[in-house]
């Protein structure tokens, strides 16, 4: 860790007399895909003399070939990104589209069926949530709070409204597309004075005769400026409802800049 350019701050001298070698360095990984040898450096599942119950050959080939993926492809571009602020580039999310990662990111389901997963290392039917977590725990290794929430988080919050109560319609419209990188979905429930205080939504609609625009207040989050698509919640008497609001259209928004780390999140409420 020491040796990143953005930690160099932390190194307040040498010992006299030594040469560094980083060839001795305890741990130090050269191949992408590799395993650390620091102690606690790894999940406990993939620590020479343990295992788990709850972990497969599935899940350790999973792991493998995806820590390379991320060494490869989404670590380069998140340092890069994160040093000048833009968004993570579409040629890593076409390469995870590829691979469907964007798929696997939302867990088991029937949103898997019929792909083709990291290669095949993976079958559909077999893929759990403790591959969902292999997955997650690569990704972390990043480094780069800003840019992971950029890497499709709005996606991974706000495509299972969709999936689970959207109509097979509304489905087949858009979900393609999103798994494919080529558009981009954020959440919108988070209220201005409430934060994401579902239960306790103040916002409401009425369904009226002129067909008059729904008045509401909320926090977009997750790639919300990019989005064409928002689910948001508001209150219906003591029922709960659902609007997957497309965008731009019909919806007047402002925008306001939430900065995470050195990467700035762009919101819209």
């Not at 993926?69 to 833009?86: H, M, R, S, T, W």
């Not at 419209?173 to 981009?184: E, H, L, M, S």
């Not at 201005?192 to 916002?203: E, H, Q, Y």
């Amino acid at each position: 860790v020491l040796q990143k350019p953005s930690y160099a701050r932390l190194q307040i001298g040498v010992i006299r007399g030594e040469e560094e070698d980083t060839d001795r360095i305890i741990g130090t990984t050269s191949l992408p895909g590799e395993l650390s040898l620091v102690p606690y450096g790894e999940p406990t599942w993939l620590t020479k003399g343990y295992s788990s119950p709850y972990f497969s050959e599935s899940h350790r080939k999973l792991q493998a070939a995806f820590r390379k993926f991320v060494d490869e492809i989404i670590y380069p571009d998140a340092q890069l990104c994160e040093e000048n602020g833009k968004r993570a580039s579409q040629s890593v999310l076409d390469a995870m589209a590829a691979k469907n990662i964007h798929a696997m990111r939302l867990g088991p389901g029937k949103h898997l069926k019929g792909l083709q997963l990291m290669d095949g290392i993976v079958q559909p039917e077999e893929f759990d949530y403790f591959h969902e977590l292999v997955i997650n725990q690569e990704l972390s290794r990043i480094g780069a709070r800003g840019y992971g929430d950029g890497l499709m988080a709005g996606m991974v919050i706000g495509l299972p409204p969709v999936l689970n109560f959207g109509s097979e319609e509304l489905k087949k419209r858009v979900v393609p597309d999103i798994f494919a990188g080529k558009k981009f979905i954020c959440l919108a429930i988070s209220e201005a004075f409430a934060g994401s205080d579902v239960a306790g939504l103040k916002t409401t609609a009425e369904k009226t005769e002129d067909g008059s625009p729904i008045r509401f207040e909320v926090s977009e989050i997750g790639k919300a400026v990019r989005s064409f698509l928002r689910p948001t919640e508001w209150q219906s008497g003591h029922t709960g409802k659902g609007l997957y609001s497309p965008s731009p259209g019909g919806i007047a928004t402002g925008e306001q800049a939430v900065g995470h780390g050195r990467m700035t999140i762009p919101q819209r409420y």
